[in-house]
Each structure stands twice: as C-alpha cells, then as structure tokens.
C-alpha cells in the first residue's frame, strides 16, 4: 500500500481530493480548464466505456477478473492490452496510483508505472483516439511521482491507445519537454482562479480509481 501524508486524502466515490482539509483540482480538471482537453467529444457512453474497460485491465493485473462477465466490446479491449503485456514485457510496478504534486496541489491517478526495456515509466492507458492532453498529463504524473520520490526518475511517458478494430494498440512515446510547462501554466491559473471561493469536486470523468499499491 502507498504511503500518503495523513493530510492527503482521496474520496473515489465523489472524486474528490483534499489536502490539509481543503478540496484541490485533479489533473483532468486542470487539463479541461486549460483547454487541454476538448469536452464537447465526452459522451456517457464513452465515460462508462472508458471507466469499464480501465476496471477490466486493472482487474486483470491484479489477478482477481472473472472474465466472462464481460461484454464483448469490454473483452476485445481487454485481450488488445493483454498482447502488449506479452509483447512490450512491461512489468507493472503499481497499479492506479493515487498521489498529487505539494508544489501545484493537484491530485491524480496514475493508471500504470512500471518497467519497460530496463527503463521506469508511466503509461495512461486510453480508450480514445490520440489527443494533445495525454502529453502534459503524463508530464505531471512524472513530476507529481518524482517530488515523493527523489532519485527514483521516471525515463519515459508513454500513452497506450487501445482499439480492437486495429491488430494492435498504439504505444505512444510523449518527449516533448515543454509538457511539464504547459501543465503548470494551466494549473498555477486554474489554482489562482479557485483562491476566492475555493475548488469544486471534478465531475469530469474517468480519470480517478483507488490505490492499489
């Protein structure tokens, strides 16, 4: 299990983070209100796609889906991430990892850090098509993870595409050092903006699951 100060805390119900009491933004929220993230494309559908098929794969890595409860569509994501297990040897470090940035007080979840060729990264696992979020957002799970855990660096940031109409997913590898800058951009004016009157709980959508390291 991960160790948090006792003044961080997570409600994944209502998906809400605190810190020192007060409610601060999570990473989609910061993403959204920056522009990062164009909203009108979200659809309960999608979300509850998105959110059955995250339970699916985490399930999974945790040894503990029944696999026939699955419809489908959930199944064919699912053995779609199960070939780049096999194929990439990724080895899962920890598995939906909640944590957030003292500096920005900003709360997340990282959907996989792990290994991949010898080297410690984080993969966003995305039911989507390929959008310009997933490169700021893995930039702040690389900083947020570093500021608890210093000398232990993060290599590489990846997003993992799933889509069963293709072969394969697309493993995309997000280099662009400038991310980082354009996270704390958004998050120094979205925090700014929140000073008077406090944040709201993020309503934003999957992006959010419990701890399970």
């Not at 995250?54 to 699955?70: I, K, M, V």
């Not at 700014?192 to 999957?206: F, K, L």
């Amino acid at each position: 299990m991960s160790t948090k100060p006792s003044s961080f805390s997570y409600d994944p119900e209502k998906h809400i983070y605190r810190l020192d009491g007060q409610v601060i933004p999570s990473c989609t929220q910061i993403l959204s209100e920056g522009g990062l993230v164009d909203t009108q494309w979200f659809t309960e559908e999608s979300r509850d796609l998105g959110t059955r098929v995250h339970l699916a794969t985490q399930f999974h890595d945790e040894g503990d889906l029944d696999e026939s409860s699955l419809s489908p569509l959930v199944a064919a994501y699912l053995d779609q991430y199960k070939l780049f297990l096999k194929e990439s040897g990724f080895k899962t470090m920890a598995i939906e990892y909640v944590t957030y940035s003292p500096t920005l007080k900003v709360g997340t979840v990282i959907d996989r850090l792990g290994w991949l060729t010898s080297c410690r990264v984080v993969i966003d696992i995305k039911t989507g098509q390929k959008n310009r979020a997933t490169g700021p957002q893995t930039a702040f799970h690389k900083f947020a993870w570093e500021e608890h855990n210093p000398g232990k660096r993060i290599f590489q940031r990846y997003g993992l595409y799933l889509d069963p109409d293709k072969s394969r997913a697309n493993l995309v590898e997000y280099k662009d050092e400038n991310d980082i800058q354009y996270f704390r951009a958004a998050a120094d004016d979205y925090n700014r903006r929140g000073t008077a009157g406090g944040h709201e709980p993020d309503t934003t959508g999957r992006d959010h699951y419990y701890c399970n390291t």
